[in-house]
């Protein structure tokens, strides 16, 4: 299996350039997360998912936009990226909420 | 908001030598998880505690849940370099909070 995939693994934008990033999951788990991961900062929730159709605010969406049409996927969507998003992000899923995440292995994002 | 302070920040050791790592927090959890992050990767569960006093070992690396459910430990007995990583713990309730963590590196 496997597991939790991302894609890209790098990538370079520039300031007000948007992209998405990719994420998807063949454990049919309902449950999925974005995470931003900076140093010294821990890991911080971006959005979560419950399941197909169904998103919501974590504790950082502001400059994020999500969408979850199908169990397997929750893409990212990053709209006029600025210097403040340069991070390691990463999605995540489980079978329970907030317990027991499968993480995938990270985008490392930088807007310059 | 729940916090979690995890300590030391840094630790970097031996191989073969001792060391515990602690997971603090004023608030109380319903369980609580710890990862291992290796550099380029994303964080790998290592275990859940769930009961108050909880102890659980995984080989050398043993786990305690504290009896309040606001802490946790854990220790590694005889480190050796493939222990090297970022130990994160992360704790339930309203929702799941992380960590910082602790980066550890066990020198050959």
């Known amino acids: 299996n496997a597991g939790v995939t991302q894609t890209p693994k790098f990538r370079i934008l520039k300031i007000g350039q948007s992209m998405t990033l990719q994420c998807t999951q063949d454990m049919n788990h309902n449950y999925m997360y974005w995470y931003r991961q900076d140093p010294g900062m821990g890991l911080k929730l971006i959005y979560y998912s419950v399941g197909a159709g169904i998103t919501d605010k974590g504790e950082v969406p502001n400059g994020y936009n999500v969408s979850r049409s199908t169990t397997e996927d929750f893409p990212l969507r990053l709209e006029l990226a600025a210097p403040s998003q340069t991070s390691v992000y990463f999605c995540?899923?489980?079978?329970?909420?907030?317990?027991?995440?499968?993480f995938g292995s990270g985008t490392r994002l930088t807007v310059v | 908001t729940q916090l979690l302070e995890q300590s030391p920040q840094f630790l970097s050791i031996q191989e073969g030598e001792n060391l515990t790592v602690y997971c603090n927090s004023s608030?109380?959890?319903?369980?609580l998880q710890w990862y291992r992050q290796e550099p380029g990767e994303g964080p790998v569960l290592l275990v859940t505690?769930?009961?108050?006093?909880e102890v659980k070992k995984l080989k050398r690396l043993t786990f305690q849940f504290g009896d309040a459910r606001k802490d946790s430990s854990l220790h590694i007995t005889a480190a050796q370099p493939g222990d090297t990583g970022l130990y994160l713990c992360a704790g339930r309730a309203d929702g799941l909070t992380f960590g910082k963590g602790t980066h550890l590196i066990i020198q050959p």
């Open positions: 505690v769930v009961t108050g006093g």
């Open positions: 995540a899923s489980s079978y329970v909420g907030d317990y027991g995440y499968t």
């Open positions: 608030s109380v959890f319903s369980s």
